[in-house]
């Protein structure tokens, strides 16, 4: 599974922007779905999870509410639909796929990582 992520770039705090992360290679239908983040000098955190049908969903407490995660499995896509950004939201994102149906947070738990957008916030 290739996956191509998008949609990052420069905003101001109180903005939105809209990630997208095209997969190629294979169907990511029955796949849960993940984006992660990572900021200069700090670990790749968890930030939202969606499993294979779209109707499980589950955010880091630091974006609920204000980040959607949500998947078109026919168009092999899933979407982070940010808002109300704020300047500690500045990273790289990046979206990655769990060959399971089940969202876990961990790192470490998923199998196929795209290369990473920069979304940077601005105060």
């Known amino acids: 599974v290739q996956l191509q992520a998008s949609g990052g770039g420069l905003v101001q705090a109180g903005g939105s922007l809209r990630l997208s992360c095209a997969a190629s290679?294979?169907?990511?239908?029955?796949?849960?779905m993940g984006w992660f983040r990572q900021a200069p000098g700090k670990e790749r955190e968890f930030v939202a999870g969606?499993?294979?049908?779209?109707?499980?969903?589950t955010y880091a407490d630091s974006v609920k509410g204000r980040f959607t995660i949500s998947r078109d499995n026919a168009k092999n896509t899933v979407y982070l639909q940010m808002n109300s950004l704020k300047p500690e939201d500045t990273a790289v994102y990046y979206c990655?796929?769990?060959?399971?149906?089940?969202?876990?947070?961990?790192?470490?738990?998923?199998?196929?990582w795209g290369q990473g957008t920069q979304v940077t916030v601005s105060s």
């Open positions: 990655a796929v769990r060959r399971s149906i089940m969202v876990v947070t961990s790192v470490g738990a998923y199998d196929y």
């Open positions: 969606i499993g294979w049908n779209g109707l499980s969903t």
């Open positions: 290679g294979s169907t990511i239908s029955t796949y849960a």
